[in-house]
């Protein structure tokens, strides 16, 4: 009689690499047991080591934060899906990536962990320019506001000189330089 394929098994590496995100499966150790292609060219572009399968998924992989470590070990437990957010220094640069964590469980209860990883730092960078024009429009209209009200020329420019210092997050030395 035909032993039935695992739940890792049942992902064969055709279809990891037609889904084109990073994608690592890590056993209930957290050893790596396969990687994709695409994680593998992902962590070449970041200039980290790519030969990781049989290393543990924590100290192979720099992205995960303490906080999503532990809740990445309760996944057993838990058997529901994780969604991460984090923001990871990795040479010069900060990677932002999304990471879904799905938990994979044998008919025996062995459990695998099947990882995507979505490198987000592009949009987290627009998102943050978006938010930082927002605020100067704001700010724009805060002064436009403080000008119109006025009835003390003094008051007026301690306001807006006030408001500035905040926009950009300075003191008061910063409009001396």
């Not at 150790?29 to 070449?44: D, E, P, T």
């Not at 403080?146 to 409009?175: C, K, S, Y």
Request: overall charge negative; glycine content about 2%.
């Amino acid at each position: 009689m035909d032993k039935e394929p695992s739940a890792t098994e049942r992902f064969d590496l055709s279809t990891l690499e037609a889904l084109g995100d990073p994608i690592h499966i890590v056993d209930e150790s957290f050893s790596i047991l396969l990687i994709n292609s695409a994680l593998r060219n992902w962590l070449i572009r970041l200039g980290l080591p790519s030969d990781i399968v049989g290393r543990n998924v924590f100290e192979a992989l720099p992205l995960f934060s303490s906080a999503a470590r532990d809740a990445f070990l309760r996944l057993k437990d838990s058997r529901k899906p994780l969604v991460v957010c984090e923001s990871t220094d990795i040479g010069e640069n900060t990677v932002h990536t999304e990471i879904r964590v799905l938990p994979i469980f044998d008919e025996d209860g062995t459990a695998r962990f099947l990882t995507v990883i979505r490198d987000v730092s592009e949009s987290y960078k627009s998102e943050m320019s978006k938010l930082q024009h927002i605020r100067l429009l704001e700010s724009l209209i805060d002064v436009d506001r403080i000008i119109r009200e006025a009835d003390d020329i003094d008051q007026m420019l301690q306001d807006v000189v006030r408001l500035v210092l905040d926009l950009f997050n300075v003191d008061r030395a910063w409009l001396l330089h």
